[in-house]
T-cell receptor, first 111, second 114 residues
C-alpha cells in the first residue's frame, strides 16, 4: 500500500526561527494535502497541491510540491508559539478514494 | 453551518466489550471516512462510506465494522475490544469520493480500553 514518510518526527525551535517538514513518497502522487493538528485537537485542512513544482503561500507558510510529484515540503518563516502542533501530509493515489496520512512532524516553539 | 460532530467525546471500555461511535458529517457532505490515531502517530485509515456502502477499507480486522444511514451519518463499531484499540477515533467528511476533496474532521472520540 501507499506509504508516506515524513521527516523530521519532531522539531523544537525558538520563536522566530524557521521550520521545515518534508513529506516523501516512493510513488508519483496525484496531489498532496497538508493538515495541522493542535495538541488535543483534530486535523485541520491547510492546503492542497496538485501541479508539479507548485508553490503556494499562506502568510508565513510556504508549501511546495516536487517536480516529480513524489515529495512536498512545508516551510514556516519566523515561527510563533501559535504554530505549535503536528503538521501532517495526506495523499490520494491513483483511483483510491482514501486519504493516506504521513506520520506527522510535531513542532514545538518556545520563547 | 454545523461541522462534523462525533459522539461520545470520551469512552472507557473493558477488553472483550463492544463499542459504537457515531458521526454526523458536515452539512452538504455525503462521504464519511473513519480514522484511528494512536498517540504520536498520523491518522490511520479504517474505512470510507458513500451511498450507505463501504467503498474503501484500510488494513483493519473484521472486528471493525461500520454503517452509513440515508442522512449520511455514520457509525463505527468495534467488537471484542483489545488494549491496542485504545486511540483517538476520528471521523472525517467530504463532498465526494474523489481525490480532490479536503477532509473535514470531527473532534474525535477518545477510546480507552482497560
Amino acid at each position: 500500500g501507499q506509504q508516506v514518510m515524513q521527516i523530521p518526527q519532531y522539531q523544537h525551535v525558538q520563536e522566530g526561527e524557521d521550520f521545515t517538514t518534508y513529506c516523501n513518497s516512493s510513488t508519483t502522487l496525484s496531489n498532496i494535502q497538508w493538515y495541522k493538528q493542535r495538541p488535543g485537537g483534530h486535523p485541520v485542512f491547510l492546503i492542497q497541491l496538485v501541479k508539479s513544482g507548485e508553490v503556494k503561500k499562506q502568510k508565513r507558510l510556504t508549501f511546495q510540491f516536487g517536480e516529480a510529484k513524489k515529495n512536498s515540503s512545508l516551510h514556516i518563516t519566523a515561527t510563533q508559539t501559535t504554530d505549535v502542533g503536528t503538521y501532517v501530509c495526506g495523499v490520494y493515489t491513483g483511483t483510491a478514494s482514501k486519504l493516506t496520512f504521513g506520520t506527522g512532524t510535531r513542532l514545538q516553539v518556545t520563547l | 453551518d454545523a461541522g462534523v460532530t462525533q459522539s461520545p467525546t470520551h469512552l472507557i471500555k473493558t477488553r472483550g466489550q463492544q463499542v459504537t461511535l457515531r458521526c454526523s458529517p458536515k452539512s452538504g457532505h455525503d462521504t464519511v471516512s473513519w480514522y484511528q490515531q494512536a498517540l504520536g502517530q498520523g491518522p490511520q485509515f479504517i474505512f470510507q462510506y458513500y451511498e450507505e456502502e463501504e467503498r474503501q477499507r484500510g488494513n483493519f480486522p473484521d472486528r471493525f465494522s461500520g454503517h452509513q444511514y440515508p442522512n449520511y451519518s455514520s457509525e463505527l463499531n468495534v467488537n471484542a475490544l483489545l488494549l491496542g484499540d485504545s486511540a483517538l477515533y476520528l471521523c472525517a467528511s467530504s463532498a465526494t469520493t474523489g481525490g480532490d476533496s479536503p477532509l473535514h474532521f470531527g473532534n474525535g472520540t477518545r477510546l480507552t480500553v482497560t
